[in-house]
């Protein structure tokens, strides 16, 4: 997205299981209180469902689950972290929202501890006071390797038209 | 915190865009305003070429292009500034009428706005219009504008239009002076590109008395977006970025949804003068909505603008003379639908020209007009769109089609069917995977692939193909579109909880299972449900077990929603069903896309949301559709014979002899008391609903085969006596009712079942091993052909009748 203009990261700060993640401030949409899903019979099981967000139908990825982390207690409370990647939305269900946090300088390199799929979405970490900020990479949360590989291009929509289109009257 | 995060989010954006926020938007209206003009330049330029008199188009190309050459050097596109500029010094000589219009001019003209879109293209791709070189083009330009038109039709301008500078960046060490008949092939290109230009010279005199009839081609709706200099119209009409739109028609389904959880509640009250608000609330609403949706509407004119400068080329290159006429242009359209049908038209177009028109010879030959006529028809009719493209060719030749799907038919059984089709459906076999008629395969066209994509794009759409076409008189192609793609009627019905959407149009029936019928009607045949529905075996699917959720409700007695997919009809089950709804549709994200199952999504009355099924992956992952029935079966399946028998009912014939028959031709399955059943001359019979019904016993031809004699008799016993009940398959195949009687009804398969086709004659076509057992495979007709005798006559010697 926007070239950085200091040194300065903002992330936008959650828990899930136990970890603070952080997400670049400049791909989340917005943070609405989760208030269920419609389900998706077949789908990955990192889907929860569908949410409806003003009228616009988004799906939303267990961050949990999607990090390979222990599934949440039934009726414990919840957020859909909306992020913009390849210009939809997608909602990251996580357990808690914390603040907006400015670091200066990049990120360490992720600890090698992390298991199995974290090690792919998480991109580093900083040092904060008292925990540990792990930064999330937005876009490969929510590409869902199994799904996208050979039916990513999802039928029905038309390819993208060198039209002249655009505006419409 | 919650609120910290939006608003960081909100306004980290807004300083983002701030910098060049001006300059972007001035560039993209640029290149919005460009292409549309461009459009209505390559329709303007090729009716210029057919109709080189008419002044007041040359006026509107002039302008045209002369806006683009003003605005790209307003905003320091030099290059592209050139090259209009060149183009812009021929049109202001051939608007003097120093110079011909003739085809060299039209294509070098062509060319530059081919130049000028691949340009556009750049500078909408980063910024700049990418390390051209349009100095080979320019020149040419400059070349036709100076060249007297004496000059032009011989030897220095001739080679130059087949330049082909626009595709390519020409190699820049390629000065213009060095540009000329040496470079690429003029000697290939340069006859097929002299052809148009003797149509152009004889059109003067033809081109002004069709002047009338050839304008329509450039409908007036496409005509006011070129115009740039007409002021009223123009102030008429807005702008609008679709992705506003597209969030506008998102706010009023959801001010839809309020209206309807509002105006219900509203509805209970006393409050007489709070209900007429509410009335008026929701007449308005509905007519926002409907408004709204009509936002989203295109004349059809905005693509088809782009297809007289396509039938031209395509003409061109395929050495035709078309003439392209466009009716109803301005029929309108749910611009994703004119999106999704783009390409479709563009093929069937394309086919048109290379092999519906025939050369001019073979036209003059059959005392047609030399020149072909391409027409495209587009009328509103209901809630649909008609769309035609009708050639005045050659017509498709029917039995070569016939011919070659007989060739490519792999099942001996079809080839039957296919020998005694109409030719009115053998013609729309054309739409088959891997059929193409075309005897060359050329540049255009006639790889065999193609039409059945077309097909499927079009159907993706909610739309219909079909063809008719006449020999020697012209083929014409109908596609029948959905208006709008946004709104759709479906079924809301529930399973395992959640709510599901059912598209109307593959609904046929619901049908409610009281407790008693239930029980009654649904057969379990080894854990496939059946259902006989009006004497019809309905494969039975239950919609929570599709989707792995079996758990089914067991108080509420289950429904049956008949559905229709591709031909082939099955039972949904599920929990209960409310009534038909208009709904707006969401597409899913790729995330979820990949779930065939689903075609998309919608936000219900209560803020809800149900995803919609697809009818056809939802019986094909049920195994109902094994074999992707309604097509002929590809090759290289095996199928059982005619193709679309996929489901196969299993039966004991014998102590461990097994046959089994297409489920398609069983009408019903019974259990007749052996007592019932009575000898008549003619062999067997039983009364059933009010009629005798002819008995052939598969236990006396079948097991006879293999086992000795006395099986014969013991199957018979077994029959007749020992049973009690005999089970019979009730089929109507050969137009009467005739029962098989079985020795037990074992099952029902899918037909994914290997078949080794024999000739064995009496009935059976071939064997496969099924659960284990090797298996019969019969086909009725001939079984039962040869078998009973003709209703009075009376055979008594035929096999099935031998103990009566």
């Known amino acids: ?169 | 915190m919650t609120s910290t995060a939006t608003s960081v989010a909100a306004t980290g954006c807004a300083a983002e865009g701030e910098a060049d926020d001006g300059m972007a938007e001035i560039v993209a209206e640029f290149l919005t305003e460009s292409r549309e003009s461009l459009d209505q330049l390559d329709s303007d330029l090729v009716e210029l070429e057919r109709a080189p008199g008419d002044r007041d188009r040359l006026s509107s190309v002039f302008r045209a292009l002369h806006t683009i050459k003003g605005n790209a050097g307003f905003l320091g596109f030099a290059p592209l500034q050139a090259v209009a500029h060149a183009a812009e010094s021929l049109l202001a000589r051939l608007r003097e009428g120093d110079l011909p219009f003739d085809a060299p001019r039209a294509s070098a003209l062509l060319d530059a706005v081919d130049a000028v879109r691949e340009m556009l293209d750049g500078i909408e791709a980063d910024g700049a219009e990418g390390g051209r070189d349009d100095a080979p083009l320019v020149a040419r330009l400059g070349l036709l504008a100076t060249v007297a038109g004496a000059a032009a039709e011989t030897d220095p301008a001739q080679p130059d239009p087949s330049q082909p500078a626009p595709a390519e960046p020409g190699p820049s060490e390629l000065g213009p002076s060095e540009l000329g008949p040496s470079e690429l092939g003029p000697a290939e290109l340069g006859p097929s590109l002299a052809g148009p230009s003797l149509p152009g010279a004889r059109q003067p005199q033809s081109a002004a008395s069709r002047g009338g009839e050839g304008a329509p081609g450039g409908c007036p709706a496409a005509g006011d977006e070129g115009e740039h200099s007409s002021g009223p119209l123009r102030d008429a009409t807005v702008r609008v970025d679709v992705d506003v739109l597209d969030r506008l028609v998102d706010l009023v389904g959801e001010l839809v949804l309020a209206r309807n959880q509002l105006v219900q509640r509203i509805r209970d009250t006393d409050d007489a003068e709070l209900a007429a608000t509410a009335q008026r609330f929701d007449l308005v609403t509905s007519e926002l909505h409907d408004r709204v949706m009509r936002t989203r509407m295109q004349p059809i004119s905005t693509m088809w603008s782009r297809f007289p400068r396509v039938v031209r080329d395509l003409a061109v290159t395929c050495g035709r003379q078309v003439r392209l006429e466009m009716e109803g242009s301005e029929t309108e359209l749910d611009r994703s639908i004119l999106e999704a049908i783009r390409d479709p038209l563009l093929h069937l177009i394309r086919n048109s020209v290379d092999h519906g028109v025939e050369p001019a010879e073979a036209r003059a030959a059959r005392g047609k007009p030399a020149e072909g006529r391409l027409t495209l028809r587009a009328c509103q009719e209901g809630g649909s769109v008609n769309i035609e493209i009708a050639d005045d060719g050659a017509g498709i030749d029917v039995e070569r089609v016939r011919a070659k799907a007989i060739a490519a038919e792999r099942d001996p059984e079809r080839l039957d069917a296919l020998r005694n089709m109409p030719a009115r459906e053998v013609v729309n076999l054309i739409f088959s995977p891997g059929l193409s008629t075309a005897a060359t395969v050329t540049s255009v066209s006639g790889r065999g692939v193609g039409m059945d994509v077309v097909k499927n794009h079009v159907e993706r759409v909610g739309g219909t193909i079909e063809v008719v076409t006449a020999a020697g008189l012209g083929t014409t192609f109908k596609i029948r579109l959905p208006l709008t793609l946004a709104i759709m009627p479906v079924l809301i019905v529930c399973s395992g909880g959640q709510r599901y959407a059912i598209p109307e149009d593959s609904v046929v029936e619901l049908v409610r299972l009281t407790g008693s019928q239930s029980g009654d009607s649904i057969e379990q045949v080894a854990g496939a449900d059946v259902y006989r529905l009006r004497g019809e075996l309905l494969p039975l699917v239950d919609l929570g077990a599709v989707l792995g959720r079996p758990e089914r409700d067991a108080e509420e007695p289950p429904l049956l929603v008949v559905l229709d997919a591709a031909g082939r009809r099955f039972g949904l089950v599920v929990a209960a069903a409310s009534e038909i709804q208009q709904i707006v549709v969401k597409p899913l994200d790729k995330l979820v896309a990949a779930v065939k199952v689903f075609s998309g999504a919608t936000v219900l009355g209560d803020g809800g949301i149900a995803l919609i099924l697809e009818v056809d992956a939802v019986a094909s992952r049920a195994g109902i559709l094994a074999g992707d029935a309604g097509r002929p079966a590809p090759a290289g399946k095996d199928l059982p014979p005619a193709g679309e028998r996929t489901c196969l009912l299993v039966l004991r014939v014998g102590a461990d002899r097994r046959v089994a028959v297409p489920l398609r031709d069983v009408s019903r399955l019974e259990y007749l008391a052996a007592s019932a059943v009575e000898h008549v001359r003619a062999g067997r019979v039983v009364q059933y609903r009010g009629r005798t019904l002819p008995l052939v016993s598969l236990p006396a031809l079948f097991a006879s085969d293999h086992v000795a004699g006395s099986d014969v008799a013991h199957s018979d016993a077994a029959d007749s006596d020992a049973a009690g009940e005999l089970p019979v398959v009730v089929t109507e195949v050969t137009g009467r009712p005739v029962g098989l009687v079985a020795r037990e009804i074992l099952d029902i398969v899918d037909g994914q079942v290997a078949i080794e086709r024999t000739a064995c004659g009496g009935g059976v076509v071939g064997s496969a091993i099924v659960g284990g057992h090797v298996t019969d495979l019969l086909e009725l007709t001939e079984l039962i052909g040869s078998t009973l005798a003709p209703p009075s006559p009376g055979e008594p010697d035929a096999p099935g009748t031998t103990r009566a």
């Open chain 1, 1 to 169: 997205m926007a070239a950085p203009r200091s040194t300065a990261s903002r992330y936008a700060s959650f828990v899930v299981g136990g970890l603070v993640v952080g997400v670049d401030i400049a791909v989340v949409q917005e943070v609405v209180r989760w208030r269920g899903t419609t389900p998706v019979p077949l789908a990955h099981e990192c889907v929860v469902g569908l949410i409806n967000l003003r009228g616009q139908i988004v799906t939303a990825i267990d961050l949990r689950r999607r990090l390979g982390l222990p599934g949440r207690a039934v009726g414990a409370q919840a957020f859909n972290v909306v992020v913009r990647v390849d210009d939809r939305p997608v909602s990251l269900v996580v357990d808690g929202c914390g603040d907006v946090v400015s670091v200066d300088g990049p990120p360490d390199a992720p600890p090698q501890t992390l298991a199995g799929s974290a090690r792919e979405l998480i991109t580093g970490v900083h040092q904060l006071d008292g925990c540990l900020l792990l930064v999330l990479d937005a876009g490969a949360a929510v590409e869902l390797a199994e799904v996208t590989a050979d039916l990513g291009a999802a039928q029905g929509k038309a390819e993208p038209s060198h039209a002249p289109g655009g505006s419409s009257r």
